[in-house]
């Protein structure tokens, strides 16, 4: 007879390292819903999207943890890595929910194509365990996490009990220093990266360049999107797609490249 019994396993993984407060936070947010074991980097991976560490080695470490139902391990690796080891060689079982953050910064707009934490995210996704990325729109280590626990912990629930479309993971974003007014679904807004680095010059006069920059929403009034919602203090929840082929185009250009 099935054991009805077996509490939710909950994997969380995210790219600011397990010393993070947003990963702490998430953990304890969502601890009474199942039993939740962290798999994190033993360094910081932001904007390391889906990279893999190939050509040398992956060490697994636990490392001490207060929080009542919740393991805690180190990967030295990237997020990516975290998800794929801590199915490999951590988790008892396939876990019912996979989650990463809260990252400390956006991953609004296209961001999402940078973002080490929503890397973790797809990686679950292909996998085909329903995921979920979190991200507070503040950098600061000390941002402060405890206006959005109701939110993140209701969209948790919620994936948890009723799972996602096939293919399909959730990119969360959390306005900063407010409670939010609401929950919003939508698209990420279209934008782009501008003035990326700036260039210095070190003792020596060589010139070395520092990643800096700023976005530009290409459709401020549109909406229908995420960039939209969050200037008006939502929380946005934006479908991604873990396949990212465009089948749309596949007719059209296949009139043209296979004439």
Same mark, same amino acid.
């Given at each position: 007879?099935?054991?009805?019994n077996?509490?939710?396993?909950?994997?969380?993984?995210?790219?600011?390292?397990?010393?993070?407060?947003g990963?702490?936070?998430?953990?304890?947010?969502?601890?009474?819903?199942?039993?939740?074991i962290?798999?994190?980097?033993a360094?910081?991976?932001?904007?390391?999207?889906?990279a893999?560490?190939?050509g040398s080695?992956?060490r697994?470490?636990?490392?001490?943890?207060?929080?009542?139902?919740?393991?805690?391990?180190?990967?030295? /690796?990237?997020p990516? #890595?975290?998800? *794929?080891?801590? %199915?490999?060689?951590?988790?008892p079982?396939?876990?019912? !929910?996979?989650?990463?953050?809260?990252?400390?910064?956006?991953?609004?707009?296209?961001?999402?194509?940078?973002?080490g934490?929503?890397?973790?995210?797809?990686?679950?996704?292909?996998?085909?365990?329903?995921?979920?990325g979190?991200?507070?729109?503040?950098?600061?280590?000390?941002?402060?996490f405890?206006?959005?626990?109701?939110?993140?912990?209701d969209?948790?629930?919620?994936?948890?009990?009723?799972g996602?479309?096939?293919?399909?993971?959730?990119?969360?974003n959390?306005p900063a220093?407010?409670?939010?007014?609401?929950?919003?679904?939508c698209?990420?807004?279209r /934008?782009r990266?501008? #003035?990326?680095? *700036?260039?210095? %010059?070190?003792?020596?006069?060589v010139?070395?360049?520092? !990643?800096?920059?700023?976005?530009?929403?290409?459709?401020p009034?549109a909406?229908?999107?995420?960039?939209?919602w969050?200037?008006?203090?939502?929380?946005?929840?934006?479908?991604?797609?873990?396949?990212?082929?465009?089948?749309?185009?596949?007719?059209t250009?296949?009139?043209?490249?296979?004439?």
């Open positions: 007879m099935e054991n009805t077996i509490r939710p396993l909950i994997l969380i993984s995210n790219d600011d390292s397990i010393d993070a407060p990963i702490h936070h998430l953990a304890r947010t969502v601890r009474s819903m199942g039993d939740v962290v798999v994190a980097p360094h910081p991976h932001s904007g390391q999207s889906a893999l560490t190939v080695p992956l697994i470490s636990e490392k001490p943890c207060d929080i009542e139902s919740v393991r805690m391990f180190t990967v030295t /690796g990237t990516v #890595d975290c998800i *794929k080891l801590g %199915l490999h060689a951590i988790v079982r396939k876990p019912d !929910l996979v989650l990463a953050g809260i990252n400390h910064g956006s991953n609004s707009g296209v961001n999402v194509t940078y973002s934490t929503m890397g973790a995210v797809l990686e679950a996704c292909l996998e085909g365990i329903p995921a979920v979190f991200s507070l729109l503040h950098h600061s280590i000390k941002a402060d405890t206006l959005s626990t109701a939110f993140v912990a969209i948790t629930a919620k994936v948890l009990s009723g996602l479309p096939k293919g399909i993971c959730l990119n969360v959390i220093k407010v409670i939010p007014e609401g929950i919003k679904v698209r990420a807004a /934008g990266w501008t #003035d990326e680095y *700036k260039r210095y %010059l070190d003792p020596l006069g010139p070395f360049y520092w !990643l800096t920059g700023h976005f530009v929403n290409e459709e009034d909406d229908d999107t995420d960039e939209f969050l200037t008006r203090r939502y929380v946005t929840v934006v479908p991604v797609a873990a396949d990212q082929s465009d089948t749309e185009a596949v007719k250009l296949a009139s043209r490249f296979e004439a």
